[in-house]
């Protein structure tokens, strides 16, 4: 039995490139994982998203029983528009038992790491950053930015530099300056930028609150500032923050400048309790999150400024979790990496020749960048695997997979030509869906807006039946006119949406999963003039599909590889093996780890994956039996496969 856990969550690991890269030996750390215990694809839940499945690994429950199944939640008697999307992975609308609480029922303590379950729900967790969403991030004070002078990013003018003091001998300088803009409220501040040079042309840049070239940090091409603390002028007040900047690029005659700021992040206040955040920065340096990666997909940063800063952010969750866990004592520890879905929205697409846009010229930067992506999460497990010893289970799960998009879906043209939705012009003059429409649509969910049920209901009760059979109907017919290729994969009422993990009264009406290769749209079909119900899209998505989707090269599957006391060592699950779902991670986990199971868990303990327990294809020994010959009974011909009580 282990004595801890380690649970490290790497969003939308896929099982099949996992498989690939591990064989190609560039994730030596993942693979040892592997070849000490087990690696098997695992079952999402509908949908396969992020807030929905790391809430069902974090308690082994449905999304019928803990209430995550939208990206948050409905609960009867709300408006539609109120589904507590901002808190979709938060404790407060949970409704199942956390391991960590299970834990704490134990008198054991665990350890949060930017993960699910905030606020916290009891003194026996630490929690380090809170996951909020992916490119949004709970205590992040500002975005990370790119600026240049040539239409990347922020784009600033240089000019002939004046009133400064200190300048450098160089003959010519330039200036210009940057303002750093909180992302909610607040005037932030704003830096001086000195750009300098000499005879060879421009070489460095100063960057500085006053100006005053010798009072701040100059730097050259591919340099770093150091760590800048600053007090940002913040919604809430003055809050202090620490920031630092990248020279990418500079050429000699200025005519490209391009520099990189860094996520800002406070010094304190982003762990609970509140003050261990300042002692961790004290130890480990400034924190920051993982924003890099979207700033990259976004091209205000190249690959190797990604590396760089991801490279600091992995040392510091390496040494912080290290610390935490000694000081803590704690049996589970449970982290959160969203790189690898950053990278595959973005870039799945055109490595999938099964992808709607999928162009071959495109395809091998693609791979270089996903496979460098894992390459950075190999690199992460390596570092949190230090803090195991001989009596510690390690576990490398993701929430998802992602699969390519060849179509999009506008329910939203459908229902507005089924007269079931009506569109209304917003405050900004753009088309937008109006609340008083007979049918709402969030995600996987089909309301009908029911009078006496919902705040603006407008469907009497009588019609709700033959209403919601319509709506069934049409997602069942609808077909891509130019193939003629279902658009739905299934439909389903919602007493009958048990089979889909969905249950409880604020599930929709008609609960609904598209086709694979197919993706949803939304309100904004509107604004952009689309009229088609399905037409050709490209890209990657997880959600919108079922977790079964998969191509030659794409998986909506999870992932799963444990190694530790009590598991099975070198166990590579075969495709046509009996599946696991996420639902049994955890409480497989807390077995092994001797902690109780979740209350709410419904998930199985995955025997076949641990010492003693029989492979899972194994057949159970039955002593041969020879079975005799029954008279079949004469009478009318029945139906080939009728079984009844009759011979």
């Not at 004290?282 to 976004?298: I, M």
């Not at 190249?302 to 979790?321: F, K, M, N, V």
């Not at 070198?570 to 093996?577: A, G, S, W, Y």
């Not at 779902?581 to 709410?600: A, E, F, N």
């Amino acid at each position: 039995m282990s004595k801890r856990a380690i649970v490290i969550g790497l969003d939308c690991l896929s099982p099949k490139l996992t498989r690939k890269f591990a064989g190609e030996g560039i994730l030596p750390n993942i693979k040892k994982i592997m070849d000490r215990g087990v690696f098997t694809k695992a079952l999402p839940c509908f949908p396969a998203w992020t807030p929905t499945n790391w809430t069902t690994i974090a308690t082994g429950a449905y999304p019928g029983t803990h209430g995550v199944f939208l990206w948050g939640t409905h609960l009867p008697g709300n408006s539609f528009d109120k589904d507590e999307r901002s808190w979709a992975m938060s404790s407060s609308i949970c409704k199942a038992e956390y391991a960590w609480e299970a834990a704490a029922r134990a008198g054991k303590k665990s350890l949060l790491f930017y993960f699910v379950g905030y606020p916290q729900t009891t003194e026996m967790v630490t929690h380090v950053d809170w996951l909020l969403s992916p490119g949004g991030y709970f205590f992040e004070m500002c975005k990370s930015e790119g600026y240049t002078n040539f239409d990347v990013g922020t784009v600033i003018e240089l000019r002939p530099a004046k009133g400064w003091a200190n300048l450098p001998g160089e003959s010519t300088s330039l200036e210009s300056e940057i303002l750093v803009t909180p992302k909610e409220g607040g005037e932030g501040l704003s830096y001086h930028l000195l750009v300098t040079g000499g005879e060879g042309g421009f070489r460095r840049v100063v960057i500085s609150r006053e100006k005053d070239a010798t009072k701040g940090a100059s730097i050259r091409p591919g340099e770093w500032t150091g760590w800048m603390i600053d007090d940002f002028d913040m919604e809430q007040g003055t809050v202090q923050g620490s920031v630092r900047f990248k020279l990418i690029e500079l050429s000699p005659d200025a005519e490209r400048l391009w520099l990189y700021r860094s996520q800002v992040y406070p010094l304190d206040g982003f762990t609970v309790p509140s003050d261990l955040a300042g002692t961790l920065c004290q130890k480990f340096g400034p924190y920051l999150n993982e924003d890099v990666g979207h700033a990259f997909t976004r091209g205000y940063v190249d690959w190797e400024t990604l590396e760089e800063e991801l490279g600091y952010q992995i040392e510091w969750i390496g040494r912080a979790s290290k610390y935490l866990m000694s000081q803590t004592g704690s049996a589970l520890y449970f982290t959160h990496w969203h790189l690898l879905d950053t990278l595959k929205h973005h870039y799945l697409g055109k490595i999938d020749p099964a992808g709607g846009m999928y162009d071959p010229s495109e395809a091998g930067d693609a791979w270089d960048k996903i496979r460098r992506g894992y390459i950075l999460a190999d690199r992460l497990v390596g570092k949190l695997a230090e803090m195991a010893d001989d009596d510690t289970l390690i576990a490398v799960v993701s929430d998802h997979g992602n699969s390519p998009n060849r179509k999009r879906v506008s329910l939203v043209n459908l229902f507005l030509e089924k007269g079931w939705m009506r569109a209304k012009e917003g405050p900004d003059g753009q088309l937008t869906i109006d609340p008083k429409s007979k049918v709402i649509l969030n995600s996987l969910h089909i309301y009908i807006n029911l009078k006496g049920r919902d705040p603006d209901g407008v469907v009497p009760p009588e019609e709700y039946d033959s209403l919601r059979n319509d709506i069934i109907e049409a997602l069942r017919k609808l077909r891509d006119p130019e193939d003629d290729e279902h658009a739905i994969a299934l439909a389903l009422p919602r007493e009958n949406a048990g089979c889909m993990g969905m249950w409880g009264d604020g599930i929709g009406d008609v609960v609904f999963v598209y086709a694979p290769g197919h993706a949803w749209t939304g309100g904004e079909v509107l604004r952009m003039g689309e009229k088609r119900v399905v037409f050709p899209s490209g890209g990657a998505n997880h959600g919108p599909q079922p977790p079964w989707t998969e191509t030659k090269v794409s998986t909506n599957y999870a992932a799963l590889i444990m190694s530790g006391p009590g598991v099975k060592k070198d166990k590579i699950v075969r495709d046509d093996e009996p599946l696991v779902s996420l639902v049994d991670v955890c409480p497989t986990i807390c077995h092994l780890v001797g902690l109780p199971i979740p209350r709410q868990s419904q998930g199985r303990i995955l025997q076949e994956l641990l010492d003693g327990g029989s492979t899972s294809v194994e057949r159970a020994p039955r002593p041969d039996v020879i079975m005799p010959e029954f008279p079949v009974s004469k009478g009318p011909p029945r139906f080939k496969g009728d079984v009844t009580d009759e011979l």
